[in-house]
């Protein structure tokens, strides 16, 4: 069974520019959450999508945005890049229905680096 | 709502030594607890996890946990560990409710020769 595929792995953006960030979840999985993690913050919660629909969405400016679509792949876009945007961008699927079914299966990253 | 408390950012040990890794959560339902590794630049992979039953669980790489529902902790333990396991560690909760899991800030193992 193939794993959670992000494309690209390593990204290089200009201040300003927008980025969209890819990933494929497991088969049959309706789950995809999307987390930044930097040095100083650690491991922070973006949005999850189900079913093409945003179910949960974290504490970002709207410049963070997502979907999914049909077949459960999503798509991340940061807009108007800032310094701070730097930083490693995970991926999670799960099967989406909650309870003893959250965990969560991760893809081994994109690594955003804004200059 | 659902937290997650790792106590230590960082735990230094000697290779062959134990070790013990500590979670403390907060809720007031059953709770779903996890622990994840992540090695540098890659993403997180489950070590173990505790669903119900039995209180000791036993995960990957000879790790292991407790689940004290007294304490709301949920410590790793490993009795001897190796250089391999120096590693970024998280623990997570996720209540009967939610459906994604609330991860603590991490523990940065670091085992030294």
């Known amino acids: 069974k193939a794993g959670v595929t992000q494309t690209p792995r390593y990204l290089i953006k200009t201040r300003g520019q927008q980025v969209t960030l890819s990933c494929s979840p497991i088969s049959g999985h309706r789950s995809v959450s999307w987390y930044q993690q930097t040095p100083g913050q650690g491991l922070q919660f973006l949005f999850e999508?189900?079913?093409?629909?945003?179910?949960n969405k974290g504490n970002f400016p709207g410049r963070f945005s997502g979907r999914q679509f049909s077949n459960s792949r999503s798509e991340m876009n940061v807009s108007t890049l800032e310094l701070g945007d730097s930083a490693l961008y995970l991926c999670a699927s799960s099967p989406g229905l909650g309870g003893p079914n959250t965990e969560a299966f991760f893809g081994q990253g994109t690594r955003l680096t804004v200059v | 709502a659902q937290s997650v408390t790792q106590l230590d950012s960082q735990v230094p040990v000697f290779e062959e030594a134990p070790v013990e890794l500590r979670c403390n959560y907060s809720s007031s339902v059953s709770v779903y607890l996890f622990w994840y590794v992540q090695y540098p630049n890659q993403g997180l992979q489950l070590l173990l996890k505790y669903l119900s039953g039995s209180t000791l669980v036993k995960g990957i790489n000879g790790f292991e946990a407790e689940f004290n529902k007294s304490q709301t902790s949920f410590h790793l333990r490993k009795p001897s560990v190796h250089i391999s396991d120096t590693a970024e560690y998280f623990c997570?909760?996720?209540?009967?409710?939610?459906?994604?899991?609330?991860f603590g800030r991490g523990t940065s193992l670091i085992v030294h020769p």
């Open positions: 999508y189900f079913s093409e629909t945003q179910r």
């Open positions: 997570a909760v996720s209540e009967g409710g939610s459906y994604i899991p609330t």
